[in-house]
């Protein structure tokens, strides 16, 4: 996250990483610029409740 729960670019449309500042589609988690263009985020399985959001690992 860029700032405190901002994990979006400026157009509100792309997964941006803090680190390498790559850019993501968010549907599919394809790298469409950066340092892993081409490659895609890998998807969790996760609940959610009135607790929070779990992630399965």
Known sequence: ??????????????????????LFLIDSGECVAGPCSGQSLDSLACTENHEGIWVEL
């Open 1 to 22: 996250e860029w700032l405190p729960d901002q994990f979006l670019d400026h157009s509100a449309s792309l997964i941006q990483c803090a680190t390498h500042g790559a």
